[in-house]
Each structure stands twice: as structure tokens, then as C-alpha cells.
């Protein structure tokens, strides 16, 4: 989800004129590889100014890559999802903390990211951002277009002050056209740009994905767009802006469907459920306790799959014997596989099925997803140790390198947990000036 810019008093936006203490970095072209770890983007800094969901996506998916991101947060509110629950993480008694916990959206998407609790309505803010822009490779925001001009974070000022920069915009509607200065969410885009229309049952409304697939595909495409931004930049030697709109990546991942329309100048075919609008059969169908997916993609794995459910007469039905015979008399096959599919339960037929060479599958909820096999057997579940939250079990990154080893190699940050790292270490801010700035608000 993309969500407008704060209303911040203003002001605010000049530049300070007193010396906060920070050291001059010196710009590199080029990352190099942190010593002992061959992940593909260690060396690169991320300055990540993104929350919710599409722009944290994007970053965590750097940060898994081997990136350092550094989360900028509001000092006392911190990302939007740190309140969006239940459920929450529940604080150990060790870790001294009250309240809730930290909440399961916002670590679903901030793993291998440091926090620096942070406000840019103060000119201190924004020198610290000018100074963390200088001596990063990425910055990725997902204000209004035009709400980070205000406080001289926008990308043209921010190239001037390092022209290597890749800067990703994520915003609703783009940086320009007629909505550009709409507020995008998930759930609005889907509506308005196709996928709504082309989800649910056949006679029933249309429904929204079960997650908000808009702003993931948006993260996907924003971090794709950044590494090849990075490669541009190995050859040019400067970076350049990204305006990524969640309304052009959900038109974009219509795909074929899309396709169809253009080509055939036709109204897409509506909503199909588990079916395929031209494969019959190839839908979810009812067992005894659940859901089974059958796939007869052609006229062989048809006639298999009539063997399997005991019916090999089907196959010779002259109703049934092609697909396009199958796609004409959809309704009168489909209830008849599903008077069969209810007698054995949903483990039952995947047993019947097992080595047929057609494609079938439980229909799982989340729990089952996550407990699956497989689902194990490929490591997509990590247990991490959470500063304040104790064991806790995380999503794994999902690509296998062959040479390297994409992890979660730190659990998702407490609010602030690396506001003094970042601003000692990095920035060479003695431990008086930190304290300053944090009994002034800037910092948390």
C-alpha cells in the first residue's frame, strides 16, 4: 500500500547552518563485497524512506540480497504496520518493553534492515538524510509525488548532492496524469486497473486477492528496476530516478489476459473461480473434507485422469473427447468429476493421484501452507531470535543461489534499535550530539 505524505508543520524545510558534528564520506562508484560474505548487493547501502508494504517489500528483498538498508521511521510512531494488528509478537519479560509487541505485518517485510527512528520536520533531520543520501547507493520513498521537495529530499536535489544515486519513487498513480496526486492503496488499484473484475466465482461479486498482490508486484518490479539501475550505473557512473505506480505494474501483470483484450479488441471473459476460461477440466472440486485441484490440461491427461476416478468411459463420451468439446459441455463434466471427488477425502485422492503424471493439488489454507512438506523440505521457514520478541518464526527468502546465501541474517528492528549506529558509526556523531538530538525529537 502507498499512503500520502505526512502533513508536517511548516517551515521546516531549510537547510541547517550549525554543524552537527558529521564527518565527509567519500563517494564510491562501485560496491565492493563486506569481507566474508559473497551475497550479491553486499557493499551497497540502501537508504530505505518507504512503509506499509510495497516499498518495505522491495527493500527487504535488497537487504536479503546482502544490502545494508537503513529504515527511516517517524521517532514515536515508526511504521504505519508497527499498529496494524493483532496479532502481535509478544515482548519477553527480559526485554523490559510494555505494550502489545511487535506486530506480525510489519515483520513479515522489515528483516536485514536497521531502524533509525528520525523526523525531517527538523533542518537536523534533513542534514542527517543529506548525509546518509551521500553515502548511499539506493534511496527508495513512497510519498505523494513532489511531498519530499519540501524538505529538499526530492531526487533533484538529492543527485546534485550524489549524481550515483538510484532513487526509487513508489507512489499510488505515478509521478504524473491525471491521478498522479491520488493516495494509492492495494485494494483501490486492484479495483481500477482490471484485477478485481477478473477475481471471484463465476456468478458470484468481485473479490480482492487474498493479499495485497498489487503492492508485492510493485516491490518485485521496484527492486528489479533498482539492480538494473545498479548495472546501468557500473556503466555511465550515474544514477537516475524511478517512478514505479502501483496502477502500472497491475495493468503490466494482467499479462495475458491483457493480451487477449488488446488482440482480440474484446471485454476480458469475467471471473472464473479455480477454472480456466479454455481448459476443461482445470478447477478446484469439492472432496469429502476439502478442496482438490484437477488439472486436465490436454486430451492424454483427460483420459488419465478419467482412469484415475474410475471413470475410463469418460474419455470416449463424444461430449468429452476433445477440449474444445470439454470447454462446451464445461458445466455437465464439471459436475459429474465432482459427484466422484466427493466420495474420498481430499488425502485420498492425493494418494489415487500420486505418479499419474497430471497436475492435481490439496487446496490448503495458510497454516497447512506453512506446515507443508515441501514447504519445509525447501527451508521457507526460519526461526530467528528477536531482540525484544525472543524465537519467533519468520518467512525465508525464497531464490537458492548456487554460490551464495540469501538469509535473514537479522530479525526485524525495534523502532530506533540503530539510531546510535547509524549515527556514530557511520556518520562519526559523538555520543553528546546524539543525546542532543534525541531530547530535541529529532532522533528516537
Given at each position: 500500500?502507498?499512503l500520502?505524505?505526512?502533513r508536517?508543520a511548516s517551515g521546516?524545510?531549510?537547510?541547517?547552518r550549525?554543524a552537527?558534528?558529521?564527518?565527509?564520506?567519500?563517494r564510491?562508484?562501485?560496491a565492493?563485497s563486506?569481507?566474508?560474505?559473497?551475497l550479491?548487493?553486499?557493499?551497497?547501502?540502501?537508504?530505505?524512506?518507504?512503509?506499509?508494504l510495497?516499498g518495505?517489500?522491495?527493500?527487504q528483498?535488497?537487504?536479503?540480497?546482502?544490502?545494508?538498508?537503513?529504515?527511516?521511521?517517524?521517532p514515536?510512531r515508526?511504521d504505519?504496520t508497527?499498529?496494524?494488528?493483532?496479532?502481535?509478537a509478544?515482548?519477553?519479560?527480559?526485554?523490559?518493553?510494555?505494550?502489545?509487541?511487535?506486530?506480525?505485518?510489519?515483520?513479515?517485510?522489515n528483516r536485514?534492515?536497521?531502524?533509525?527512528?528520525?523526523?525531517?520536520q527538523?533542518p537536523?533531520?534533513?542534514a542527517?538524510?543529506h548525509?546518509?543520501?551521500?553515502?548511499c547507493?539506493?534511496?527508495?520513498?513512497?510519498?505523494?509525488?513532489?511531498?519530499?521537495?519540501k524538505?529538499?529530499m526530492?531526487?533533484?536535489?538529492?543527485?546534485k548532492?550524489n549524481?550515483?544515486?538510484?532513487?526509487?519513487?513508489?507512489?499510488?498513480?505515478?509521478?504524473?496524469g491525471?491521478?498522479?496526486?491520488?493516495?494509492?492503496?492495494?485494494?483501490m488499484?486492484?479495483?481500477?486497473?482490471?484485477?478485481m473484475?477478473?477475481?471471484g466465482?463465476?456468478?458470484?461479486?468481485?473479490?480482492?486477492?487474498?493479499?495485497?498482490?498489487?503492492?508485492l508486484?510493485?516491490?518485485?518490479?521496484?527492486c528489479?528496476?533498482v539492480?538494473?539501475?545498479?548495472?546501468?550505473r557500473?556503466?555511465?557512473?550515474?544514477?537516475?530516478?524511478?517512478?514505479?505506480?502501483?496502477?502500472?505494474?497491475?495493468?503490466?501483470?494482467?499479462?495475458?489476459?491483457?493480451?487477449?483484450?488488446?488482440?482480440?479488441?474484446?471485454?476480458?471473459?469475467?471471473r472464473?473461480?479455480?477454472a480456466?476460461?479454455?481448459?476443461?477440466?482445470?478447477k478446484?472440486?469439492?472432496?469429502k473434507d476439502?478442496?482438490?485441484?484437477?488439472?486436465?490440461?490436454n486430451?492424454?491427461?483427460?483420459?488419465?485422469?478419467c482412469q484415475?476416478?474410475?471413470?475410463p468411459?469418460?474419455a470416449?463420451?463424444?461430449?468429452?473427447v476433445?477440449?474444445?468439446d470439454?470447454v462446451?459441455?464445461?458445466?455437465t463434466?464439471e459436475?459429474?468429476i465432482?459427484?466422484?471427488t466427493?466420495t474420498?477425502?481430499?488425502?485420498?485422492?492425493l494418494?489415487?493421484l500420486?505418479?499419474?503424471?497430471m497436475?492435481?493439488?490439496?487446496i490448503?489454507?495458510?497454516?497447512?501452507?506453512?506446515?507443508h512438506?515441501?514447504v519445509?523440505a525447501?527451508?521457507?521457514?526460519?526461526?530467528?531470535?528477536?531482540?525484544?520478541?525472543?524465537?519467533?518464526?519468520?518467512?525465508?527468502?525464497?531464490v537458492?543461489?548456487?554460490?551464495s546465501?540469501?538469509?535473514?541474517r537479522a530479525p526485524?528492528?525495534?523502532l530506533?534499535?540503530?539510531?546510535?549506529?547509524?549515527?556514530?558509526?557511520?556518520?562519526?556523531?559523538?555520543?553528546?550530539?546524539?543525546?542532543?538530538?534525541?531530547?530535541?525529537?529529532?532522533?528516537?
Open positions: 500500500m502507498f500520502p505524505a505526512l508536517l521546516r524545510h531549510a537547510m541547517p550549525v552537527i558534528g558529521m564527518r565527509t564520506v567519500c564510491r562508484n562501485l565492493t563486506a569481507p566474508g560474505t559473497n550479491p548487493l553486499a557493499g551497497i547501502k540502501v537508504l530505505d524512506m518507504t512503509r506499509v510495497a518495505p517489500y522491495c527493500t528483498i535488497l537487504g536479503d540480497l546482502g544490502a545494508e538498508v537503513i529504515k527511516i521511521e517517524h514515536t515508526g504505519d508497527r499498529a496494524w494488528g493483532p496479532p502481535y509478544a515482548y519477553t519479560e527480559s526485554s523490559g518493553k510494555n505494550g502489545s509487541g511487535e506486530s506480525a505485518y510489519f515483520l513479515a517485510v536485514n534492515k536497521k531502524s533509525l527512528g528520525l523526523s525531517f527538523h537536523s533531520g534533513v542527517i538524510l548525509q546518509l543520501a551521500k553515502d547507493d539506493v534511496l527508495v520513498e513512497n510519498y505523494l509525488p513532489g511531498s519530499l521537495k524538505y529538499n526530492d531526487y533533484e536535489t538529492l543527485s548532492i549524481p550515483a544515486l538510484v532513487y526509487a519513487s513508489i507512489t499510488g498513480y505515478g509521478q504524473d491525471p491521478y498522479s496526486d491520488r493516495a494509492g492503496y492495494d485494494v488499484v486492484e479495483a481500477e486497473m482490471g484485477l473484475h477478473i477475481t466465482h463465476r456468478e458470484g461479486p468481485p473479490a480482492k486477492v487474498g493479499v495485497a498482490i498489487t503492492d508486484t510493485t516491490g518485485l518490479y521496484t528489479n528496476s539492480m538494473a539501475a545498479l548495472l546501468g557500473v556503466k555511465t557512473g550515474r544514477g537516475q530516478h524511478l517512478d514505479v505506480a502501483l496502477s502500472d505494474c497491475q495493468v503490466a501483470s494482467l499479462a495475458n489476459i491483457a493480451s487477449s483484450c488488446l488482440i482480440s479488441g474484446k471485454p476480458d471473459s469475467g472464473w473461480g479455480t480456466h476460461p479454455s481448459i476443461v477440466p482445470y478446484g472440486f469439492k472432496t476439502g478442496d482438490v485441484m484437477l488439472g486436465g490440461g486430451d492424454r491427461l483427460y483420459g488419465v485422469l484415475r476416478l474410475g471413470k468411459e469418460w470416449a463420451d463424444a461430449r468429452f476433445t477440449n474444445a470439454r462446451k459441455n464445461r458445466h463434466l459436475k459429474l465432482e459427484s466422484v466427493r474420498k477425502t481430499t488425502q485420498e485422492w494418494d489415487v500420486e505418479g499419474s503424471g497436475p492435481y493439488a490439496a490448503n489454507d495458510i497454516k497447512g501452507t506453512l506446515e512438506e515441501h519445509l525447501r527451508g521457507m521457514v526460519t526461526e530467528v531470535d528477536h531482540p525484544s520478541c525472543g524465537p519467533m518464526k519468520l518467512l525465508s527468502p525464497p537458492k543461489f548456487s554460490d546465501n540469501p538469509s535473514i526485524p528492528p525495534t530506533g534499535q540503530h539510531t546510535n549506529e547509524v549515527l556514530m558509526e557511520m556518520l562519526g556523531m559523538s555520543s553528546n550530539e546524539v543525546e542532543e538530538l534525541r531530547s530535541s525529537g529529532v532522533v528516537a
